[in-house]
Protein backbone atom coordinates (compact mmCIF):
# COMPACT_ATOMS: atom_id res chain seq x y z
CA UNK A 1 0.00 0.00 0.00
CA UNK A 2 0.67 3.41 -0.78
CA UNK A 3 1.59 6.57 1.57
CA UNK A 4 1.76 9.95 0.44
CA UNK A 5 2.83 12.61 2.54
CA UNK A 6 2.43 16.54 1.36
CA UNK A 7 4.44 19.27 2.64
CA UNK A 8 4.77 23.38 1.68
CA UNK A 9 1.26 24.52 1.90
CA UNK A 10 0.70 28.33 3.47
CA UNK A 11 -0.07 31.56 3.40
CA UNK A 12 1.24 33.89 0.32
CA UNK A 13 0.22 37.38 -1.00
CA UNK A 14 -0.94 37.58 -4.91
CA UNK A 15 2.21 37.29 -6.56
CA UNK A 16 3.99 35.09 -4.68
CA UNK A 17 5.48 31.48 -4.35
CA UNK A 18 5.34 28.37 -3.04
CA UNK A 19 6.85 24.97 -3.53
CA UNK A 20 4.78 21.85 -2.67
CA UNK A 21 6.44 18.21 -1.68
CA UNK A 22 4.69 14.71 -1.85
CA UNK A 23 6.88 11.80 -1.20
CA UNK A 24 5.61 8.55 -1.31
CA UNK A 25 6.72 5.75 0.44
CA UNK A 26 5.26 1.64 0.57
CA UNK A 27 4.68 -0.06 -2.55
CA UNK A 28 5.28 1.45 -5.73
CA UNK A 29 3.66 1.09 -9.03
CA UNK A 30 6.46 -0.12 -11.71
CA UNK A 31 4.78 2.52 -14.14
CA UNK A 32 2.59 5.42 -12.35
CA UNK A 33 1.47 8.51 -12.32
CA UNK A 34 1.54 11.12 -9.76
CA UNK A 35 -0.07 14.31 -9.76
CA UNK A 36 -1.17 17.74 -7.30
CA UNK A 37 -5.26 17.84 -7.54
CA UNK A 38 -7.13 20.93 -5.66
CA UNK A 39 -10.30 21.49 -4.16
CA UNK A 40 -12.23 24.60 -2.81
CA UNK A 41 -15.19 24.41 -0.39
CA UNK A 42 -17.96 23.35 -2.03
CA UNK A 43 -16.24 22.54 -5.01
CA UNK A 44 -14.91 19.41 -7.17
CA UNK A 45 -11.61 18.29 -7.04
CA UNK A 46 -9.41 19.23 -10.21
CA UNK A 47 -6.16 18.43 -11.62
CA UNK A 48 -3.74 21.27 -11.66
CA UNK A 49 -0.57 19.21 -12.93
CA UNK A 50 0.33 15.40 -13.22
CA UNK A 51 3.52 13.53 -14.11
CA UNK A 52 4.46 9.70 -14.72
CA UNK A 53 7.04 8.31 -14.51
CA UNK A 54 8.38 8.85 -17.62
CA UNK A 55 8.92 12.49 -17.17
CA UNK A 56 5.30 13.00 -19.22
CA UNK A 57 3.46 16.22 -18.22
CA UNK A 58 -0.24 17.40 -18.20
CA UNK A 59 -1.37 20.94 -16.90
CA UNK A 60 -4.55 22.84 -16.17
CA UNK A 61 -4.97 25.42 -18.54
CA UNK A 62 -5.19 28.28 -15.70
CA UNK A 63 -1.76 27.37 -14.50
CA UNK A 64 0.13 26.74 -17.08
CA UNK A 65 3.17 28.86 -17.40
CA UNK A 66 3.06 29.29 -13.28
CA UNK A 67 3.36 25.81 -12.43
CA UNK A 68 5.69 23.55 -13.02
CA UNK A 69 5.84 20.08 -11.68
CA UNK A 70 8.65 17.72 -10.95
CA UNK A 71 10.34 14.55 -9.65
CA UNK A 72 12.96 13.03 -7.87
CA UNK A 73 12.69 9.30 -8.45
CA UNK A 74 15.08 8.26 -6.21
CA UNK A 75 13.26 9.85 -3.36
CA UNK A 76 9.62 8.96 -4.88
CA UNK A 77 9.04 12.75 -4.25
CA UNK A 78 7.14 15.05 -6.60
CA UNK A 79 7.22 18.78 -6.49
CA UNK A 80 5.19 21.79 -7.61
CA UNK A 81 6.66 25.58 -8.09
CA UNK A 82 3.84 27.48 -8.16
CA UNK A 83 4.61 31.39 -9.13
CA UNK A 84 2.55 34.24 -9.45
CA UNK A 85 -0.17 32.77 -7.42
CA UNK A 86 -3.41 34.33 -7.78
CA UNK A 87 -6.10 34.53 -5.35
CA UNK A 88 -8.01 32.08 -7.24
CA UNK A 89 -5.26 29.00 -6.59
CA UNK A 90 -6.12 29.10 -3.25
CA UNK A 91 -7.84 25.86 -2.13
CA UNK A 92 -6.47 22.53 -0.34
CA UNK A 93 -4.02 20.47 -2.68
CA UNK A 94 -4.19 17.06 -2.57
CA UNK A 95 -1.13 14.68 -3.79
CA UNK A 96 -2.34 11.40 -5.52
CA UNK A 97 -1.17 8.69 -6.87
CA UNK A 98 -2.38 5.91 -9.53
CA UNK A 99 -1.76 4.73 -12.94
CA UNK A 100 -3.55 7.09 -15.33
CA UNK A 101 -4.09 10.90 -15.73
CA UNK A 102 -6.75 12.42 -14.22
CA UNK A 103 -8.60 12.74 -10.76
CA UNK A 104 -10.50 9.17 -11.61
CA UNK A 105 -6.70 7.89 -12.74
CA UNK A 106 -5.72 8.55 -8.76
CA UNK A 107 -5.75 5.35 -6.39
CA UNK A 108 -4.40 6.73 -3.30
CA UNK A 109 -4.25 10.12 -2.07
CA UNK A 110 -2.40 12.24 0.77
CA UNK A 111 -4.25 14.50 2.97
CA UNK A 112 -4.34 17.84 1.71
CA UNK A 113 -1.92 20.97 2.22
CA UNK A 114 -4.03 24.04 2.58
CA UNK A 115 -2.82 27.19 -0.06
CA UNK A 116 -3.98 31.04 1.26
CA UNK A 117 -3.27 33.90 -1.63
CA UNK A 118 -4.22 37.03 -0.22
CA UNK A 119 -4.89 40.11 -2.46
Known amino acids: QVQLQESGGGSVQSGGSLKLSCEAS????????MGWFRQGIGEQRDGVAQ???????KYADGVKGRFTISQDREKNTIYLQMNDLKVEDAATYYCGIGRWFGSYGMETWGEGTQVTVSS
Open 51 to 57: IDKGGYT
Open 26 to 33: GWIYSTYV
